[in-house]
T-cell receptor
Framework: DAKTTQPTSMDCAEGRAANLPCNHSTISGNEYVYWYRQIHSQGPQYIIH???NNETNEMASLIITEDRKSSTLILPHATLRDTAVYYC????????FGDGTTLTVKP | EAGVAQSPRYKIIEKRQSVAFWCNPI?????LYWYQQILGQGPKLLIQFQNNGVVDDSQLPKDRFSAERLKGVDSTLKIQPAKLEDSAVYLC???????????FGPGTRLLVL
């Protein structure tokens, strides 16, 4: 499995866009990039995933660089409820979670 | 659609005792995962099932942990005997296939005294 590198923590002002980076320089051609988040005392929640193209859903947007070595999760208008640990993983059947990025959205 | 169910939600035991956790995946999901999450860390995969067969159990401490998924639906994870360092949240997840999105249950919080 490719490993990922994420910043330990980030802050974001409420209402502003939150941009969470992830480095996955050893990603293989058939591995997807997945993002999950975990709110305190809950199980991880799926956000979005992609292979090569940028993706958008009702929760977030995922921007993957052309060489696929890094990606950015964008929460367009962060709210206090988006405060959570965000995990970026690469997966082709096996999932290795790192310690994620703790995003704190501040009023 | 019902999500992944886990029970119990909380368990407190003394070291050297045994404990079992139960997971009911989303209906029709062939792949089931058990993770261990120690406070402040990301989830660590313990075992992955595809239907009732084991795909990966390389990080399962087999001297004390065991898991089964009879009939390819529900699964149980057992610890016997428990150690203090087993205190963690045990998460169950399921997916339609091995390369599909995982959906997690709420977890079982275990405290070993």
């Amino acid at each position: 499995d490719a490993k990922t590198t994420q910043p330990t923590s980030m802050d974001c002002a409420e209402g502003r866009a939150a941009n969470l980076p992830c480095n996955h320089s050893t990603i293989s051609g058939n591995e997807y990039v997945y993002w999950y988040r975990q709110i305190h005392s809950q199980g991880p929640q799926y956000i979005i995933h992609g292979l090569k193209n940028n993706e958008t859903n009702e929760m977030a947007s995922l921007i993957i660089t052309e060489d696929r070595k890094s990606s950015t999760l964008i929460l367009p208008h962060a709210t206090l409820r988006d405060t959570a640990v965000y995990y970026c993983i690469v997966s082709a059947g096996k999932s290795t979670f790192g310690d994620g990025t703790t995003l704190t959205v501040k009023p | 659609e019902a999500g992944v169910a886990q029970s119990p939600r909380y368990k407190i035991i003394e070291k050297r005792q045994s404990v079992a956790f139960w997971c009911n995946p989303i209906s029709g999901h062939a792949t089931l995962y058990w993770y261990q999450q120690i406070l402040g860390q990301g989830p660590k995969l313990l075992i992955q099932f595809q239907n009732n067969g084991v795909v990966d159990d390389s990080q399962l401490p087999k001297d004390r942990f065991s898991a089964e998924r009879l009939k390819g639906v529900d699964s149980t994870l057992k610890i016997q005997p428990a150690k203090l360092e087993d205190s963690a949240v045990y998460l169950c997840a399921s997916s339609a296939g091995t390369e599909e999105t995982q959906y997690f249950g709420p977890g079982t919080r275990l405290l070993v005294l």
